[in-house]
């Protein structure tokens, strides 16, 4: 059974189109190897999945860092949450 491993994680646009499998080809070089490289990341802690939470939608306009990419700007963000593998006892 899965269960929330990390969650309140908010992912621009550019790295939330990636994500969600989107074709990414118009980001630049830049943010593109920064966003493959933090999807790497994240996936490696556990199942990456938007987590709405509750929330009409997730797109929110805010000025935060990317979980992703690490970069900080301001715009669109959709929050995600890792799933993780429990451990049956």
């Known amino acids: 059974m899965a269960t929330v491993t ?9 790295c939330h189109l990636a994500a969600s499998g989107a ?4 980001i630049d070089q830049r943010q593109a190897k920064a966003t ?3 999807l790497i990341r ?3 802690l556990g199942h990456l999945v938007p987590d709405d939470n509750g929330f009409e939608g997730s797109d929110v306009i805010m000025t935060t860092t990317c979980a992703c ?3 900080r700007r301001q715009g669109s963000f959709n929050r995600y949450a890792i799933l993780g ?3 049956v006892k």
Do not use: M, P
Not at 23 to 26: A, E, L, S, Y
């Open 6 to 14: 990390h969650d309140d994680l908010w992912l621009c646009e550019d």
């Open 23 to 26: 074709d990414v080809t118009i």
């Open 36 to 38: 493959e490289d933090g």
């Open 42 to 44: 994240l996936n490696a």
């Open 69 to 71: 990419c690490g970069d």
């Open 85 to 87: 593998e429990q451990e």
